[in-house]
């Protein structure tokens, strides 16, 4: 058979449709095996424009529609693996979530709000319960931890212990007046950890790896007090 004669017979639709319905149904990866079936859908719908005397307008309608509901999960799925649209600041601020993908990332910041402070204020009290987790976003933060003090810059964690333990804040911090930082409710972050596995164990990960650092540059101090590091920078702040 002639090669250009088959490829612009109907038959040749059909056999090309088939080959990409196998194809996605032999893929693991969600985008590729949408990807697939779309064009799967969109050959037949060629097929059955061109089979008879007219277009068969019922399987065309059919096989269009299947074809459609594909695009929006190829879309979600683009938005869960692109940083496209997001703005410089979250992009900034996407950096501090390493083993996020970028929907995750989105997911978060929904429950997210963006606080800068025009007079000094409390955010964790020591031997309270929290009712937020923190990241700081600029310098400007006092740790105060029984008479030790200590200042915070940006991409700290700040509640990450009782997050994670469930006990009270084992320091005090304050925001001095034109500090920025990033707050979640804790109720709302564990609601949305139980409806989505994935980013509960991005968040474990995230809040384990921030104390995992803070404790591997920390050094207990000779008196009774519990260990704290006084006046040194962000990278060696003792977790909260």
């Known amino acids: ?5 088959y490829l612009a017979s ?10 990409c319905y196998v194809l996605g149904l032999l893929t693991r990866n969600e985008l590729i095996l949408r990807t ?40 979600r799925i683009f938005k869960e693996r692109s940083t496209f649209g ?44 929290p009712t937020h987790l923190y990241l700081t976003t600029s310098y400007g933060f006092s740790l105060i931890r029984d008479e030790l003090k200590t200042e915070l810059g940006p991409d700290n964690l700040l509640g990450e212990i009782s997050f994670l333990l ?17 707050a979640w ?12 596995q994935n980013i509960e164990n991005a968040v474990t990960v995230l809040l384990s790896q921030d104390i995992a650092r803070k404790l591997a540059v920390s050094f207990p101090q000779k008196s009774a007090r519990p260990p704290l590091i006084v006046d040194l920078p962000k990278a060696v702040t003792p977790p909260l």
Not at 94 to 121: E, H
Not at 166 to 182: L, N, R
């Open 185 to 196: 409710e804790v109720s709302d972050l564990r609601d949305l950890m139980q409806r989505s």
């Open 1 to 5: 058979m002639d090669i250009i004669a």
């Open 86 to 129: 997001m703005s410089d600041e979250m992009l900034t601020l996407y950096r501090s979530f390493p083993n996020f993908n970028p929907g995750q990332f989105r997911r978060l910041m929904r429950k997210a709000q963006f606080v800068t402070v025009d007079q000094s204020t409390e955010l964790l009290h020591q031997g309270i319960q």
């Open 10 to 19: 109907p038959a040749s639709f059909v056999h090309l449709a088939t080959l």
């Open 166 to 182: 469930g006990g009270p804040a084992t320091a005090t911090v304050i925001a001095e007046a034109g500090c920025s930082y990033v």
């Open 36 to 75: 697939f079936l779309m064009s799967g859908s969109l050959f037949y719908i060629l097929y059955y424009y061109n089979i008879g005397d007219r277009p068969l307008w019922e399987a065309i309608v059919a096989s269009s529609l299947i074809a459609l509901s594909n695009v929006p999960v190829i879309v």
